[in-house]
């Protein structure tokens, strides 16, 4: 369950800074009661929805917070502009999904920095159900990669360790939900400035995009598009946003070969297809057709032997088809083991590699649906009717340019139009799509943020 932050739990931390107000802590203490009884009843998603529509009357404490956070970013921004001069500058990426890592090309501007010095700190996500299987997993992996790494999470005690230890200037978020409390915004606001770059591309009408108890505490707020960083200030009056374009695409920038380890057959004569689902059955936006469409997906693989696959589920996938029983854990295992004849199973974070090497996607994924749109290749997008969220006018004009999917019927004759009758009708209307969005900056996403904090930091 996502440990949801209280107003009473972000002026227990202003405090230190020397804040106090009794009226204040009274309001707060109503809250927090509030928060408490919906934690106990409310759905997950139910609660992130209802962050964002608190009364004006208790709204009052928000202000306070902000305002004094905001006052904290402001001193810390004057500290590290004098600092910047004969120090370099601590920059802090905290992790606790190696799936979800999409730093890395910033990381590594920071790197090469003489101005900076940058961290990966490994945390604890609070929804995992393996804590040790999962934390050493996403620690192997960065210590496998060519980069500073160290705990932030003791896996022995159980405790999620205080990031001031760590002495960090600015701090990067990796997501907006599963951290521990003392690891939150309004602790680390107050010795740090806070960042975050969204790990997916938001594609829907939701709330998601700017909560309350994190996008407006934030010091600065990464957005993908012009178009995000308008309808974040037309919805929720947010101030504090940058339009720096997706760290996802900054893949497409790069100039090296692509790994192309991932597919059975490498051979040029097969089409690669990627294949990957979505695991939002009963919840959130309920986007997720495996139900419908994964053992259809699997016969379609054994129809044509001119293919070659590879399964890219999402992250929590398993533990989603298994708990809403749309499998037992044998029947998905069983599931995997059937796709070895055709392709392969991937389960890594970085899929560029993947995208960039394959033929076509099948997925109802909504953030791959952005991801893969550079490549310009056809993407089959499995849909269903009972969908909780619409796309939002920016996905709704990724999304038509790719082929409906609404059955299995519809599937099977258009994949064998356009991937193996080779009639991808729909080319000329991505094409023009992705002129017109622009997506692609003239620089990478991660330049334009590394040079965003160096103008804020005034370093030359």
Request: glycine content about 4%; proline content about 3%.
């Amino acid at each position: 369950m996502y440990e949801l932050r209280t107003v009473d739990d972000i002026l227990k931390g202003i405090k230190k800074a020397g804040e106090r107000d009794n009226f204040l802590q009274k309001l707060c203490k109503n809250i927090c009661q509030f928060f408490i009884r919906r934690r106990k009843n409310a759905e997950k998603v139910r609660m992130f929805e209802k962050i964002n529509h608190i009364p004006w009357t208790k709204r009052l404490s928000f202000i306070k917070a902000r305002k004094t956070i905001d006052n904290l970013y402001a001193q810390h921004l004057r500290d590290l502009q004098k600092a910047a001069r004969h120090r370099k500058i601590r920059v802090i990426f905290l992790v606790n999904e190696a799936s979800k890592w999409h730093c890395g090309s910033l990381y590594d501007l920071f790197e090469n920095s003489n101005n900076f010095k940058p961290l990966i700190l490994v945390t604890k996500r609070i929804t995992c159900r393996d804590t040790t299987e999962e934390f050493n997993a996403t620690l192997s992996f960065f210590k496998n990669a060519d980069v500073h790494v160290e705990c932030a999470y003791n896996n022995t005690s159980n405790k999620f360790l205080d990031l001031k230890i760590f002495s960090p200037d600015i701090v990067f978020y990796e997501q907006p939900w599963d951290m521990g409390r003392v690891q939150s915004i309004d602790r680390v606001a107050i010795f740090a400035l806070t960042c975050y770059t969204p790990y997916c591309f938001h594609m829907l009408q939701s709330e998601y995009d700017y909560l309350e108890l994190f996008h407006r505490f934030l010091w600065k707020y990464f957005v993908e598009s012009p178009w995000h960083l308008k309808s974040y200030k037309n919805r929720f009056r947010a101030d504090n946003c940058i339009s720096s374009g997706s760290l996802h695409f900054d893949k497409y920038f790069l100039k090296k070969v692509p790994h192309v380890g991932f597919w059975k057959d490498t051979s040029l004569s097969k089409k690669r297809i990627i294949y990957a689902p979505h695991f939002t059955f009963t919840t959130q936006h309920r986007v997720a057709t495996f139900p419908q469409n994964g053992q259809f997906i699997l016969n379609l693989a054994s129809m044509y032997p001119q293919t070659t696959w590879v399964i890219r589920p999402h992250p929590s996938f398993d533990q989603h088809v298994v708990a809403d029983g749309i499998m037992t854990q044998q029947e998905l295992d069983e599931y995997y083991t059937a796709w070895e004849k055709y392709g392969t199973l991937v389960r890594e974070g970085d899929c560029f590699d993947l995208f960039k090497t394959s033929d076509c996607l099948i997925t109802d994924c909504i953030s791959f649906l952005a991801d893969y749109f550079p490549s310009g290749k056809p993407v089959f997008h499995l849909r269903r009717n009972d969908q909780t969220r619409e796309f939002n006018d920016f996905g709704k004009d990724i999304i038509g340019t790719y082929y409906q999917i609404h059955s299995n019927a519809e599937l099977e004759k258009l994949f064998s139009r356009v991937m193996v009758d080779g009639d991808d009708f729909m080319a000329p209307q991505r094409l023009n799509q992705m002129e017109k969005l622009k997506l692609m900056f003239d620089e990478s996403a991660s330049k334009r943020v590394f040079n965003h904090l160096r103008r804020e930091l005034k370093i030359p």
